[in-house]
Antibody, heavy 124, light 108 residues
Framework: EVQLLESGGGLVQPGGSLRLSCAASGFTFSSYAMTWVRQAPGKGLEWVSAISGSGASTYFADSVRGRFTISRDNSKNTLYLQMNSLRAEDTAVYYC?????????????????WGQGTLVTVSS | EIVLTQSPGTLSLSPGEGATLSCRASQSVSSNYLAWYQQKPGQAPRLLLYGASSRATGIPDKFSGSGSGTDFTLTLSRLEPEDFAVYYCQQYGSSPWTFGQGTKVEIK
């Protein structure tokens, strides 16, 4: 059974940093691209970032490019999202999700399995 | 960036009825790379359909999708209490991937 468990959320001041983790189990982690999607309170979904199975290819939304970094440790079956220079508008539940293939390409960029999310609140 | 507009915003229906949800794209979605997700309160979204009409693993045939280009539809038949939720479409044909704002299907 595929399981994705996010952690690392919390309250942080504007301009601060936070690192989210997503522990994966139930599948061969290194064979699948992964992604982060966020949802502001009471709002819709926004794609944030994605990474290929090997970690060699990464993708970012314009709203976070240059501030967020995505990475993975395939030996630990864990996905990360390093968030710097946080803003109030980054406040959201952050979900990690598994994609159907090794790369996000050729129609394989939909989200097959989702974690339960971790809440990030940016406020002074 | 492709903007997805879902309609209606809210659909009020009774159990047993059917529902038709629309997702319209601001430009053509490449190869009909469109997915639908269901989200219940306090839960993560769940993949229902991909490629506009292919059901994900374990999704019953009461959920069906159609459409191409810029106009897509999610059809739900014989609504049951567990089907009342928010439904999102997502295009993954071109970066950045984008989601619609959601359609809430509520009990009338």
């Amino acid at each position: 059974e595929v399981q994705l468990l996010e952690s690392g959320g919390g309250l942080v001041q504007p301009g601060g940093s936070l690192r989210l983790s997503c522990a994966a189990s139930g599948f061969t982690f290194s064979s699948y691209a992964m992604t982060w999607v966020r949802q502001a309170p009471g709002k819709g979904l926004e794609w944030v970032s994605a990474i290929s199975g090997s970690g060699a290819s990464t993708y970012f939304a314009d709203s976070v490019r240059g501030r967020f970094t995505i990475s993975r440790d395939n030996s630990k079956n864990t996905l990360y999202l390093q968030m710097n220079s946080l803003r109030a508008e980054d406040t959201a539940v952050y979900y990690c999700a598994k994609l159907p293939g090794t790369y996000c390409s050729g129609g394989s960029c939909f989200l097959v399995y989702w974690g339960q999310g971790t809440l990030v609140t940016v406020s002074s | 960036e492709i903007v997805l507009t879902q309609s209606p915003g809210t659909l009020s229906l009774s159990p047993g009825e059917g529902a038709t949800l629309s997702c319209r794209a601001s430009q053509s979605v490449s190869s009909n790379y469109l997915a639908w997700y269901q989200q219940k309160p306090g839960q993560a979204p769940r993949l229902l359909l991909y490629g506009a009409s292919s059901r994900a693993t374990g999704i019953p045939d009461k959920f069906s999708g159609s459409g191409s280009g810029t106009d897509f539809t999610l059809t739900l038949s014989r609504l049951e209490p567990e089907d009342f939720a928010v439904y999102y479409c997502q295009q993954y044909g071109s970066s950045p991937w984008t989601f619609g704002q959601g359609t809430k299907v509520e009990i009338k």
